[in-house]
């Protein structure tokens, strides 16, 4: 889906999923516990973020449960979902707002080491 973060940031929201039942041609291999099946995207382009937003991807001062990489220009932000389709409004509006909080600067720690 393709939109705005809450400060106004055009991103990109996307679902992926690496189960079976997504596949219109797929066939489950092996059940697994205990590991994300699934995860919420945010993509955005970094031209006309704050300062240092890229370092601070690279040195892992992010949320706590957000990922997040940047490469030639896009910040790709992501969390794990623990079940297939186990995804609920408020859950992704959660996350999006923690993704703008990174893009903003808020509520991102210092590394750990």
């Not at 919420?40 to 991807?57: F, K, N």
């Not at 940047?70 to 079940?83: A, F, I, N, P, T």
């Not at 992704?92 to 707002?97: G, K």
Request: proline share 5%; with cysteine.
């Amino acid at each position: 889906m393709r939109g705005q973060l809450p400060t106004g940031l055009p991103c990109t929201l996307a679902f992926c999923d690496d189960t079976a039942e997504m596949f219109s041609r797929g066939q489950r291999i092996a059940y697994t516990s205990e590991r994300p099946l699934a995860s919420d995207v945010v993509v955005a382009e970094l031209h006309g973020t704050r300062p240092g937003l890229e370092d601070d991807v690279e040195a892992g001062r992010l949320p706590e449960g957000l990922e997040a990489q940047v490469h030639e220009g896009m910040l790709v932000v992501w969390r794990s979902v623990m079940g297939n389709l186990d995804r609920r409004g408020s859950d992704v509006d959660a996350f999006v707002a923690k993704a703008d909080g990174l893009v903003q600067g808020a509520a991102a720690p210092e590394a750990a080491g």
